[in-house]
């Protein structure tokens, strides 16, 4: 592999563009001095812990290590997506639910994709699994996350509306639909317009990344297809999941708004 | 009572300990109407969003035409049994798509002749039908939640204040419709404050003072 080391005192360079940030917030006035620098810290800590965790996991190569921090991964992304609806049931309710939304997308998106597609040796790589299972598990979790906020707010603002659904004999799946629609469309639009746009505005980080690191540009190029695709099939599996289980949350089993 | 064509028995609701419907019987014919009168607060609405089975009963049972509601079916019978409530929430749409909502809901398309006779059964114009729901005055919102109600071809009404929202005109034209309502067969069970509305109304008359149902004196 070809590539431009960065050495560490040249790293700390780029740190001075958050100074430009936190200088440009204290003039204006916006009071996100603070958020930025422990932004700062906290990015460069957890990507510095993690770099170092990638190395121990890619030198073991055990197949148990490499599910572990898969795990670890869903259980924080679920944990994350639970905790973001406000209107909704607590966290400590939603997150089995987020953990059975997030596990099967991301399930649905990798599988597949590892035994048909991508095909590593040995065939839990952690090189291959943890990178591309990670961007499934965060994709999954913010779906899930929207799709919870916009449905438990909705069932809150809209509660007249879906009793007099409920009122003239409508099934809660008939109440519920048309605000189920409008958050899942809500939550795959960026998706798609990814799908639209990549290439012509952004070249996508991971395709940047391989090419940076001397990937030919057309095998890096079908690595970000590839990615992409898995990335619609997460995003719409982890969607109408949350939406169903939103569904069981917010109805009763008599039919009665909760 | 062999002529009931709905009949709560016993109905009780608790919430958070308290009793706010303390076993409260009422049962209703057709073509006859029912009122209860309370003050706020006295639980009366609360009794009828049990009977629509909009909130959960702790205890007591509703039959309608003899049967259980879960033998019936919770969406049938919330057909058959119609709830109209004080401040009906509109549709997005036009007048003449929250009419057609109900029968949507079992895949039955309303022509347009139908949404006319409805509209017209509420006393409206059908020009009215193209007008946005939500740009209604509060005594139009009312006849067209009847209305969209009425699409169903309910037997029972379950009318939670129907007249409270609205000044004593409006009001008047709602008592005129349930009162022809019923004239044409539909059983009405009716919650208001207002003694004058109920008397109005006429039929069996009940109060309701915290959560016990009595029923009241003969209609003066």
């Known amino acids: 592999m070809s590539y431009v080391e960065i050495p560490l005192w040249r790293l700390a360079i780029a740190v001075l563009l958050v100074g430009v940030a936190i200088l440009l917030s204290r003039f204006s006035r916006l009071a996100l001095e603070k958020d930025l620098g422990l932004g700062a810290v906290r990015a460069a800590v957890q990507l510095i812990a993690i770099g170092y965790a ?3 996991l890619f030198a073991a190569e ?20 639970s905790r ?25 998106a990798l599988v597949p994709v590892f035994v048909l597609v991508m095909r590593p040796r040995p065939w839990f790589e952690a090189r291959y699994v943890i990178p591309i299972g990670g961007m499934m598990l965060s994709s999954a979790m913010n779906v899930v996350a929207q799709v919870f906020e916009r449905l438990f707010a909705s069932s809150r603002a809209e509660a007249a509306t879906l009793e007099q659904y409920l ?20 939550a795959l639009i960026p998706t798609i317009n990814g799908l639209v746009t990549v290439g012509l505005v952004s070249l996508p980080g991971m395709m940047t990344g391989q090419i940076l690191s001397g990937t030919a540009p057309e095998q890096a190029v079908r690595y970000q297809l590839v990615v992409m695709y898995q990335l619609v099939a997460v995003a719409a599996v982890a969607g109408v999941l949350a939406a169903t289980f939103a569904r069981r949350l917010v109805f009763t089993r008599d039919a009665q708004l909760r | 009572m062999a002529s009931a064509l709905l009949a709560a028995r016993d109905v009780t609701v608790v919430r958070d300990g308290a009793r706010i419907v303390d076993r409260a019987s009422v049962s209703v014919a057709p073509a006859s109407i029912l009122t209860i009168q309370g003050a706020s607060g006295s ?25 259980e509601v879960r033998a019936i079916g919770i969406t049938e019978y919330r057909r058959r049994v119609a709830y109209v409530p004080q401040l009906p929430a509109m549709f997005e749409g036009d007048v003449a798509e929250n009419l057609r909502s109900g029968p949507r809901f079992r895949g039955a398309i309303l022509g347009r002749a139908e949404v006319i006779a409805l509209i017209g059964r509420v006393g409206l114009a059908a020009d009215l039908l193209e007008r946005e729901a939500s740009d209604l005055s509060g005594g139009e919102r009312l006849r067209v939640a009847l209305a969209r109600a009425l699409a169903n071809d309910p037997r029972v009404l379950l009318l ?43 039929g069996t008359r009940y109060r309701m003072t915290t959560g016990v149902l009595s029923e009241a004196t003969a209609s003066p």
């Not at chain 1, 921090?69 to 924080?76: N, P």
């Not at chain 2, 609360?46 to 309608?64: Q, Y």
């Not at chain 2, 207002?194 to 109304?201: G, I, M």
């Open chain 2, 160 to 202: 939670d204040e129907p007249t409270a929202a609205l000044d004593p005109e409006a009001a008047n034209v709602i008592l005129d419709l349930v009162l022809a309502l019923a004239d044409s067969g539909t059983a009405i069970l009716a919650v208001t404050h207002s003694v004058e509305h109920a008397a109005r109304l006429g």
């Open chain 2, 43 to 67: 639980g009366k609405s609360t009794l009828l969003r049990a009977i629509a089975t909009l909130i959960p009963m702790s205890e007591g049972t509703v039959l309608f035409d003899g049967r």
């Open chain 1, 84 to 108: 973001r609806a406000k209107h909704g049931p607590p966290s400590r309710v939603l997150f089995p639910y987020a953990l059975a939304a997030i596990g099967v997308g991301a399930f649905v």
């Open chain 1, 62 to 81: 055990h197949p148990v290590a490499v599910f572990a921090v898969l795990a670890a991964m869903w259980v924080v992304a679920a944990w994350t997506s």
């Open chain 1, 54 to 56: 990638l190395r121990l």
């Open chain 1, 167 to 186: 009122a003239l004999g409508a099934t809660p799946e008939q109440a519920f639909a048309p605000y189920v629609k409008a958050a899942l469309r809500a």
